[in-house]
């Protein structure tokens, strides 16, 4: 099946969900994020593991286009959309759909160790993502490789919340403490603010150096990223109308980020990096 195809019956199945605008939020952000740059990255015959499996979209696709994938999930109240995001895909794949196991990377001792380990937007929410880091590394077979997408925190923008970062997360809480509460309980994501640690790319690839780990950054990812939200400006432009006005000052910064993004003229918000073992 085609990720194309995916979609259309993925929006079909959900055309009479109450909380379709956030089902197809989530499966939005699988669809634009990993597609074109991971199946050019991954290979069938590699034994991969998904570490943050979330909404388990990408996990049951792989799994469907028959990548020997497992995926682990350390659960938290205030996601329930992932237990319904399992149903809508049985009803897509005829096939009961994978559920990952629900365990923290700390606490998983795998049989055997992977060849490839994605991670996508884990980093930014565990409180010591060094040892993170480190436990994917180490479940790595020789010549195995990691690839992560993190949120880039070198530029003062909340990308999950769609807020500047005034100095710090404390400050930043203080100024928008409604917007942010009020996020969480619209998409179903209670605890969000809270898990977030704003680590910056420069303090993981210093990490990686410390111990002698290869990298490479994929800044065209931000760049698609950042495309897809310009392209869809005016749907993101409303939904920012519940909260702000037009004269609001991160209405206007919002609206010059598109511009900026237009002409090509950004630094990457968003970072996607490939990692090979020690």
Known sequence: ??????????????????????????????????????????????????????????????????????????????????????????????????????????????????????????????????????????????NGKIIMYLPNYMLPFEMHFFIPIIINKKITNYFYKDRIKSFEHENDCVGLWDSLNFVKLRAIKNHLKKHNVNYQIDYDYSYRILKHHVENRKKKLNDLNKYYNKGNLFYVLYTLLCFLVDKKIFPSLFSSISKNNY
Request: hydrophobic share 35%; charged share 30%; proline share 3%.
């Open 1 to 142: 099946m085609h990720i194309d195809e995916f979609k259309d019956l993925f929006y079909k199945d959900t055309k009479n969900e109450p909380d379709k605008n956030r089902l197809r939020q989530h499966f939005n952000s699988f669809y634009f994020s990993y597609e074109d740059f991971l199946l050019s990255k991954v290979s069938i015959k590699d034994k991969i593991l998904e570490v943050g499996s979330g909404h388990s979209l990408l996990l049951n696709y792989l799994k469907l286009k028959n990548y020997d994938i497992k995926g682990i999930e350390p659960y938290s109240e205030g996601f329930e959309s992932f237990t319904k995001m399992n149903k809508i895909i049985n009803n897509i794949f005829k096939i009961d759909a994978i559920e990952p196991e629900k365990i923290a990377i700390e606490n998983y001792n795998p049989v055997n160790n992977y060849d490839t380990i994605i991670s996508g937007y884990v980093i930014e929410h565990v409180n010591k993502w060094e040892d993170c880091i480190n436990s994917k590394l180490e479940m790595l077979n020789n």
